[in-house]
């Protein structure tokens, strides 16, 4: 990538930032990767969203840039789990739909301040009366676009029941 190129396009926090979203059979398609300790295999990240984006490609359902949402569930230390929104379900991608309440939280700062942004998120729905069923994160730019942009948003999204 060029020194000015950005592949990532910017993130606006404001509709993710303390927002309630309600889900019905909101289509994903899934893939995972190994990890040590919450940490990404090195180069495992790239080869699965490599591999996530062309498969929502080749089957026509990709989302268009501005709808872009790639989330992760960390199952266990040792597997991390990703869902790419598309426009679809299809036949032949492991496709999940997502319904619900999700409470999203934006912060800004280095992937190692997860563990931090978690905790805040997990006061965050006790604050607001809800019980928060499963934790995703959305990680909105790649390493170089994030110090290009000046921000590292990561967003906190929480399935929730009032």
Excluded at 9 to 34: C, L, V
Excluded at 71 to 82: A, E, Q, R, T
Excluded at 90 to 104: C, D, I, N, Q, R
Excluded at 134 to 160: D, L, M, Q, R, S
């Amino acid at each position: 990538m060029a020194e000015n190129e950005m592949c990532c396009p910017p993130f606006d926090p404001a509709p993710w930032d303390g927002i309630t979203h309600e889900w019905k059979d909101k289509p994903f398609i899934t893939d995972s990767i190994p990890q040590f300790m919450h940490i990404p295999f090195p180069g495992a990240m790239k080869k699965m969203m490599t591999r996530i984006w062309k498969k929502a490609e080749d089957l026509g359902i990709a989302p268009e840039q501005k709808d872009f949402l790639l989330l992760s569930y960390d199952p266990s230390p040792w597997k991390s789990v990703y869902y790419l929104a598309v426009t679809k379900a299809h036949p032949e991608a492991k496709t999940v739909a997502l319904s619900g309440k999700y409470l999203s939280r934006v912060f800004d700062g280095p992937y190692s301040q997860v563990p931090l942004f978690l905790k805040q998120m997990e006061k965050t729905v006790a604050s607001e009366d809800m019980t928060a069923l499963k934790y995703y994160f959305y990680y909105t730019t790649c390493p170089a676009c994030a110090k290009k942009y000046g921000h590292n948003y990561i967003v906190a999204i929480a399935e929730v029941m009032s």
